[in-house]
Nanobody, 112 residues
Framework: VQLQASGGGLVQPGGSLRLSCAASGGIFSHMGWYRQAPGKQRELVAV???????NYAESVKGRFTISRDNAKNTVYLQMNSLNPEDTAVYYC?????????WGQGTLVTVSS
């Protein structure tokens, strides 16, 4: 299984970014994103099931939108109204049965 994430970068406060993660080598019931800020534990950002059920961290509700293309095994995270507290390494996540897989991480920096 491979998870290939892309789309991170530097953005000003109030700006937007879109992350993508393409998965291969399996069938995944859930896909999503976690993040880890410097000095903090990894935390859930958003997860989506193959049926489209979503779960968001309270801190990103109303600003981030997760979506998924099952045909392409790809998950997206549209991030709007970014603020400096969103600065972190974002990790793509996928679950197949009870096995969890992680991508390599992509850095999102929100700074003026």
């Amino acid at each position: 299984v491979q998870l290939q994430a892309s789309g991170g970068g530097l953005v000003q406060p109030g700006g937007s970014l879109r992350l993508s993660c393409a998965a291969s080598g399996g069938i995944f019931s859930h896909m999503g994103w976690y993040r880890q800020a410097p000095g903090k534990q990894r935390e859930l950002v958003a997860v989506i099931s193959s049926g489209g059920t979503t779960n968001y961290a309270e801190s990103v509700k109303g600003r981030f939108t997760i979506s998924r293309d099952n045909a392409k095994n790809t998950v997206y995270l549209q991030m709007n109204s970014l603020n400096p507290e969103d600065t972190a390494v974002y990790y793509c996540y996928a679950r197949s049965g009870i096995i969890e897989y992680w991508g390599q991480g992509t850095l999102v920096t929100v700074s003026s």
